[in-house]
């Protein structure tokens, strides 16, 4: 890690500190080690609205009768002040910037509160942040958007730090919402799988310390991951169905190698969004098919909505950190419920067991309602392409 802050650019970035707070629990290294041995945190949670499933997978350490609001400013909360520990900084740091990213959060349940900012100011007080918190709200990949925001602010010099935030709980009126929508399961969530269909609702939030490399070498910081890349790319085919030719999920893929000085053939693994659905599911194999091809050699593709729900606005934070932690260890999760591929799946999929990661390199996907697509390039440190 030494080696690699020594070596990079100036406007770099780095990752050093990570904090979730997931249906499985709020520690890193031991939620990983559930994800690696098949765990999940899908459970029963009955609903007070008929729904099409029971199943949710709900944070345990925060007690539901809380209004939505309250819930997600307490998850938003543990997790930033972990991932702060982690990075050694404190949130009223000289050139630090907090960047919040959610879908609805509370807001459809909770009429007393105004805006969809109202959340992120409430949490930045909270939390000590001394500045107007900015917050980003698009759709599920609001998560992967407030990194990428994080991302630009460094490169152009005008953050030092960015605290990366993706954040949703989960609520009747979103349940309700999916079951309408024909997007929930009403058996289990299965990606990628022959019997897909459709996705179970969760919750969390995950938080990404993004540094500039000059920065972190100042104050000696240790490294989890370099951001080698990041791209975006709105389909605009419909408020819920994506373009089911992938074109612009392939381009936010190409737009973070673009400058990364690597091509398609340097990524080892990919986070899938994962789904569920057989519609986003089936865009997602079109996309990996023509970014990668087929065959036995290529990125191991993996997703872990199956064991932590789909938390819409925080799956894109939630599901880097996995990646980060799949470049780390070298190795991919299996596939929770996956046992049979779907047809004409291009890729090799991680399944029954932990895939070996072939390399140092992957992509994080998100692809969110209303088409707004994002991928995020992440390599280990020390990996190559320095």
């Keep these: 890690m030494k080696d690699l802050i020594e070596s990079a650019l100036p406007d770099s970035c780095v990752v050093t500190g990570m904090g979730w707070v997931t249906p499985l629990g709020n520690s890193v290294s031991e939620v990983w080690s559930d994800l690696l041995k098949g765990e999940s945190g899908v459970q029963e949670a009955p609903s007070d609205v008929p729904v099409r499933s029971d199943l949710a997978a709900i944070v345990p350490t925060v007690p539901l009768n809380e209004s939505p609001h309250v819930r997600q400013l307490e998850i938003t909360i543990s997790a930033v002040n972990s991932a702060l520990a982690d990075a050694g900084i404190s949130i009223d740091a000289d050139g630090v910037e907090l960047i919040l990213g959610t879908s609805y959060a509370g807001n459809l349940d909770d009429p007393e509160v105004p805006s969809l900012y109202e959340w992120a100011q409430q949490a930045a007080e909270r939390l000590g942040f001394p500045g107007a918190p900015l917050c980003v709200t698009t759709a599920c990949s609001a998560g992967s958007d407030s990194i990428l925001m994080g991302a630009e602010l460094i490169r152009s010099g005008r953050r030092a730090v960015c605290v990366c935030v993706g954040s949703d709980v989960v609520t009747p009126a979103k349940r309700l919402g999916h079951s309408l929508l024909g997007t929930m399961t009403d058996e289990a969530l299965r990606s990628f799988d022959s019997r897909h269909n459709g996705m179970v609702l969760g919750e969390g939030a995950g938080v990404i310390v993004l540094e ?159 088409g707004f697509n994002t991928a995020l390039l992440f390599s280990r440190p020390g990996g190559g392409h320095e």
């Design 212 to 370: 500039s490399a000059a920065h972190a070498r100042g104050r000696s910081a240790p490294v989890h991951a370099i951001l080698r890349g990041e791209g975006s790319a709105n389909d605009a085919a419909g408020m819920t169905a994506p373009d089911p030719s992938g074109t612009s999920v392939v381009l936010a893929v190409e737009r973070s190698l673009a400058g990364s000085g690597m091509s398609a053939d340097d990524i080892a693994v990919v986070s899938a969004h994962g789904t569920g659905t057989p519609v986003n599911d089936a865009v997602e194999a079109t996309s990996l098919r023509k970014l990668f091809g087929s065959g036995e050699h290529g990125p191991v593709v993996y997703g872990t909505k199956g064991a932590l729900g789909h938390s819409l606005g925080a799956c894109g934070t939630i599901e880097a950190i996995t990646l980060i932690k799949a470049l780390e260890e070298g190795l991919a999760p299996p596939v929770q419920g996956l046992e049979t591929p779907m047809d004409g799946f291009p890729r090799q999929l991680s399944i029954g067991s932990p895939s070996p990661v072939p390399g140092s390199s992957g992509v994080s996907l998100t692809l969110g309602f209303g």
